[in-house]
């Protein structure tokens, strides 16, 4: 901007005459000063606009994974401790630590296994010792944490193992997004190969939908005291396998044979054998105790001694079941090591005796008709519906021929056949009269795991008498009497049998429910079944045990195979050149079956349980005979 100037100029005249007097001169007045100009402050130029910063790109909003609420923790109870065995490795030559076990149930917590309802931390001591803290200890998860769960590797699963790390100890919501991705990623991962701590690995090359190949694998436990080098395994069910016996081409399988192709294989030669397992279970008579009057247990009692029970387990399945013998309500090969002896010799064995069972009914002023049929204290006959599943041929078969039994004795049947797809929803709601299904199990070596499944409200859904109606199952009391009177209640029983680690204190619970189930009959048990597994025990295998030796009282979650192999006991026969064991199992082929063990359709573990064990060694093996576990990869285990 320019600047103005502006001068102003004042005049002050005075004109002042004085006219008398004095000549003196009248001295001129001094000038006044013209007023100086106001300073105008100078206007500092203004300084130039600083350019505008650009805006920050907005980032994007990435939420931070939601915690989960983290629920009262239950107080841990026991500190189950495992020493594995020292110099162990991976087949990809990685040591095989206590770092494995750690990754994988942490991986296992993000996949929101049920195990971690029971445990509240692992934790690897050393590189030899990890140690699980137990909030809820039982049977079960002792098997499972000792047995039954198959431990990955860490080289393989290293990127897995450390994010299921970070994500628990964040506690991340696992259904949120955070837990939703990393199982996502989880399922994606195809590696190549499997990484295996058993003696024998799978032939990636080798897969096809016919057949594959398990190699010997050098770092793999106990690989220098096998003989063979490799083990085929033919894919397919049982109808698939026989042709390949009847060829000599197979030297044991798992598979399920019925009688007649028993004996066509056994034709083939002298040499050619069956091994018989007991099984998880077995079939036996449900009554619904809302259906008068077999809520009376003299009429169950009458049943049981009106049906002969190894004819029974004859028609469902040959020499392949055993009629029950104890009626104890759990396997009769598990009686001799939870019952004592005194208490073993009061069972009552219910042995086939009609005129017992008759002389029940009369006691209950039951009559028998001039039909032949028994006619009910209420006037009503003794006929009654029985379902079983139709597509179990066995228990199909068992239930004909305890229906025709029965009839000679005085009480009608009529069998119809569902589908098994419905058993669980029919045996809750108790939509049945009779019911023949699994009658007991023993997925576990201990009694709980089968009071759980016939008498109480697990796995099976067969019993919940405090159930809203529609929903009890066959509607058993669980407060019952004792031996010695005292009224207890079956389910306290059986949580108390399950509770803890040490079975001897176990024992007692276990006693008494054997009892009361004993002198109740909720359940008619009828036959055990039994594997057949056919063996070649000459033209390419030999070292087969004798069949009296105790490996043959495992069932097949502790094959006697599994075992003899693993051990080095099976060796090749001297025509045996290949050293090659051959063997036989459905397992899921390439495209869909894969490499990735924590993912479905996976090749390794689909083995089943009698195959992946050469390929993922457990750390311990259960012997049935014995009552323990006994160390393969793991040297000890303490509980505290």
């Known amino acids: 901007m320019k600047l103005k100037s502006f001068a102003l100029t004042a005049v002050a005249l005075s004109l002042l005459l004085a006219a008398c007097g004095s000549a003196t001169p009248t001295a001129a007045p001094k000038p006044t000063e013209a007023p100086k100009p106001t300073a105008v402050p100078p206007t500092a130029a203004p300084a130039p606009t600083a350019a505008p910063k650009p805006t920050d790109a907005p980032k994007p909003d990435v939420p931070k994974p939601t915690a989960a609420p983290v629920p009262t923790p239950l107080p841990v109870k026991n500190t189950l401790t495992i020493t594995l065995k020292k110099g162990l490795k991976w087949s990809d030559g990685s040591a095989y630590t206590a770092k494995d076990i750690v990754g994988t149930y942490n991986v296992f917590w993000a996949q929101s296994d049920s195990i971690w309802t029971q445990i509240a931390d692992v934790v690897a001591v050393n590189d030899t010792t990890v140690e699980f803290k137990i909030t809820r200890p039982g049977p079960a998860l002792l098997r499972s944490l000792l047995r039954s769960n198959n431990i990955r590797a860490y080289s393989q699963f290293a990127k897995f193992m450390d994010q299921a790390a970070t994500l628990r100890k964040d506690n991340v919501d696992r259904k949120g997004d955070a837990g939703k991705a990393y199982l996502d990623d989880l399922s994606k991962f195809r590696p190549a190969e499997a990484v295996v701590s058993g003696p024998f690995n799978i032939d ?379 063997t036989s199992y459905p397992y899921i082929a390439p495209p869909k079956g894969h490499f990735n063990v924590f993912a479905t359709d996976n090749i390794p573990l689909g083995l089943g349980s009698v195959n992946n064990p050469w390929l993922y060694t457990p750390l311990f093996f259960y012997s049935f005979a014995e009552g323990k576990y006994v160390p393969m990869l793991a040297e000890k285990y303490e509980i505290k």
């Open 204 to 582: 990636p090359k080798s897969v096809t939908e016919a057949q594959l190949t398990l190699k010997k694998n050098p770092n793999g436990y106990n690989a220098d005291k096998i003989g063979f080098d490799s083990i085929l395994v033919y894919a397919g069910e049982t109808k698939d396998s026989i042709p390949l016996y009847l060829s000599g081409e197979l030297d044991y399988s798992s598979n399920a044979y019925p009688p007649e192709a028993e004996k066509s294989i056994l034709a083939v030669g002298d040499y050619m054998k069956i091994i018989r397992l007991a099984s998880s279970g077995g079939g036996g008579m449900y009554f619904n105790n809302d259906v008068y009057p077999l809520g009376k247990k003299e009429v169950r009692q009458a049943f049981a001694y009106a049906i002969n029970r190894a004819e029974v387990a004859k028609a469902a399945l040959g020499e392949s079941a055993v009629g029950i013998k104890y009626m104890a309500g759990f396997s009769d090969l598990a009686v001799p090591t939870w019952l004592p002896a005194d208490l073993i010799g009061k069972l009552n064995t219910y042995a086939y005796d009609p005129a017992k069972a008759e002389a029940l009914l009369k006691g209950l002023n039951f009559t028998k008709g001039a039909d032949g049929i028994w006619v009910d204290d209420k006037g009503k006959k003794m006929e009654y519906e029985m379902i079983v599943p139709q597509d179990f041929i066995d228990y199909f078969n068992a239930a004909e021929n305890t229906a025709l039994q029965l009839k000679k004795f005085g009480i009608k049947l009529t069998v119809r056949g569902y589908p098994s797809a419905e058993r669980n929803t029919v045996a809750a709601k108790g939509t049945f009269q009779i019911s023949m299904d699994i009658g007991f199990r023993f997925g576990f070596p201990h009694p709980l795991s089968s009071y759980d499944y016939n008498i109480r409200d697990g796995i099976g859904g067969k019993n919940n008498p405090t159930n809203p109606e529609g929903s009890r199952g066959m509607n058993w009391p669980w407060v019952q009497k004792a031996a010695d009177g005292k009224e207890v209640n079956i389910k306290d029983l059986v949580d108390k049998m399950g509770d803890g680690f040490d079975p001897e204190a176990q024992k007692p619970y276990v006693a008494t429910v054997a009892q009361i189930f004993n002198d109740q009959l909720p359940v008619v048990t009828l036959f055990e079944r039994y594997f057949n597994d056919p063996i070649d025990t000459k033209t390419r295998v030999t070292g087969w045990l004798p069949f009296t030796d105790p490996i043959y009282v495992n069932n097949q979650n502790d094959s006697p195979t599994t075992w003899m192999l693993i051990e080095g006991i099976l060796k090749p026969s001297a025509t045996n050149t290949k050293k090659i064991f051959t």
